[in-house]
């Protein structure tokens, strides 16, 4: 519930202090407790519900009514007499307050036992730091959590610095939750700066628009309040190095690194894994931002196991790491230990798996028993032998297509005749026939037989003919030669031609012509 107005005790519709005189029973009770007042004790008085309406339709109020038993709260602030029968007026305010928003009376005890300084600071400005946390969006059940875990934040003067400048200056542009998590993992102390913080990343060049989506994708405690000035200074002056602005706001969450114990070493050994290529390591860096969040043992260890497992170089390896950075995500024992070693068993030294994984890295991370399993089993049923060198570029050729795919590409060669045995035959000329689109070699098949007037068999010759676009490169071509050589031209010389080299011989034969 929203909490817009609330009057004092006396605009309710009778008398309050009516309803505050104890029974005799309670002030009997209340007595036996008056020795804690003279030793700095505040005697709260546990108060039962009673629902009346406010003036507000929109406010139902909850006026406390005395119950028969006193709880007795020490202060040590607290000096002089006083009256050890008679709830102060805050404290009636302030359970009707944290009552219309959701805090019960036990809840409220705690509150208050945690920060007493909230007796002592003016209701308004409570009321007004619960209301400024509801423009914020923080609202039910998260302010509730909020206020019994930190309600130190409802007199803490460091608060409302904070909270002006997100609704004023960032426009309420950061997530309430985001903010939410902010309040309840760091001190108010510590908000002392955020905005001068923020606009040090702004002076650095984040890009004003994108500000938000830097804030509300960090650790805002780790990145900037528990970091200070120099040290965001130092962190955005290194990354600067590897793509910095650019690196930031593909992967905010690189803010909550420490510099010195997680950011330096790990872009640290990358860098040395590239042979000092630090142009190398920011594009490593650009292509996969969430690499940082492995730590330096990680990545050493991934780099070891191909050293002395697949026998690769340094060089071969941060070759492999510029291609497919998210090799390091796989798990040595289940997939990298199994796929290098099923290379291994095909033949492959270790320059051919540096080749292979240089083509098709994603062999390292598909699942086996998913994918790559189902891909085998076709495999072997249009004639591969397992553990050989064909299996393996194979293999290779198929990791970037579905299994469903190339079940619907083996399905539609079949139906235009040709036979596994020739399937077999162009896919270890072009192995990549296997990782088409069917639905762009349907087309193209279509125009090669009722277009262009050819036998499907002409495909076991050139079967790198369906890899070319067809408006792009086959029907210009076919087109444009035809008028020159007539039907009967090589599909290997019309297509494999380059485009500079096509151009200049249209060109001279235009000459000609004219």
């Known amino acids: 519930m929203t909490i817009n107005s609330l009057s004092s ?11 505050l005189k104890p029974p005799e029973r ?3 009770t209340a007595a036996s407790a008056a020795t804690f007042h003279r030793h700095g004790c505040v005697s709260f008085v546990k108060l039962s519900r009673m629902r009346i309406t406010h003036q507000n339709p929109q406010l139902v109020l909850v006026a406390p009514q005395l119950s028969n038993r006193l709880l ?10 006083s009256s050890p029968d008679v709830v102060t007026n805050i404290d009636v305010k302030l359970l009707s307050l944290f009552q219309a928003i959701g805090i019960d009376e036990r809840e409220t005890e705690l509150v208050l036992e945690n920060n007493p300084a909230l007796r002592f600071r003016p209701f308004n400005s409570i009321r007004a730091r619960i209301l400024s946390l509801q ?12 206020m019994l875990k930190r309600p130190d934040l409802l007199t803490a003067i460091e608060v409302d610095s904070l909270i002006g400048y997100i609704r004023d200056v960032l426009e309420n542009k950061i997530e309430s939750s985001q903010l939410e998590r902010l309040l309840h993992t760091a001190e108010p102390r510590l908000f002392v700066g955020f905005e001068g913080k923020v606009r040090l990343l702004l002076h650095y060049g984040i890009p004003k628009e994108k500000l938000a989506h830097v804030l509300n994708n960090v650790n805002l405690a780790k990145a900037l309040c528990l970091k200070s000035v120099e040290e965001i200074e130092r962190t955005i002056a290194f990354l600067n190095r590897f793509g910095g602005v650019n690196l930031i706001v593909r992967r905010p969450a690189i803010l909550n690194y420490d510099l010195d114990s997680q950011l330096i070493p790990r872009i640290g050994f990358l860098t040395e894994l590239s042979g000092g290529d630090e142009d190398g390591t920011g594009t490593v860096l650009h292509k996969l931002p969430a690499i940082l969040a492995y730590t330096a043992e990680h990545l050493k260890d991934h780099v070891e196991f191909f050293r002395s497992f697949a026998g690769l170089t340094d060089q071969e390896i941060f070759r492999i790491v510029l291609v497919y950075p998210n090799l390091f995500s ?20 270790s320059n051919d798996i540096f080749k292979f994984l240089t083509k098709a ?7 086996f028993d998913g994918n790559l399993a189902y891909k085998m089993v076709f495999l072997v049923k249009i004639g591969y032998e397992n553990r050989t060198k064909d299996m393996a570029m194979a293999m290779g050729a198929v990791t970037r297509t579905s299994c469903k795919n190339m079940q619907e590409v083996i399905g539609l060669f ?14 270890k000329k072009h192995p990549q026939i296997l990782q088409y689109n069917h639905e762009s070699l349907e087309e193209k098949m279509d125009y090669l037989i009722e277009e262009m007037g050819r036998e499907v068999g002409e495909l076991l010759a050139f079967p790198a003919f369906l890899g070319y676009k067809l408006d792009g490169r086959i029907k210009h071509r076919y087109e444009v030669k035809r008028k020159i050589l007539g039907e009967g031209m090589s599909l290997n010389k019309l297509l494999s031609e380059s485009a500079e080299r096509f151009s200049l011989k249209k060109e001279k034969k235009r000459s000609k012509v004219s």
């Open 135 to 146: 423009q914020l969006g923080i609202n039910g059940l998260a302010l509730v959590r909020l």
């Open 9 to 19: 005790p006396s605009s309710v519709s009778f008398p309050i202090s009516r309803s």
């Open 414 to 427: 079949l139906t235009y005749g040709l036979s596994c045995e020739d399937i077999l035959a162009m896919s």
């Open 26 to 28: 309670v002030r009997e």
């Open 361 to 367: 890295p994603l062999f390292l991370s598909l699942s």
């Open 330 to 349: 796989a798990s040595r024992k289940r997939k990298l230990h199994p796929r290098i070693d099923f290379l291994k068993q095909c033949g492959l030294n």
């Open 72 to 81: 007795v709260l020490c202060n040590s602030t607290i000096t002089g007499k």
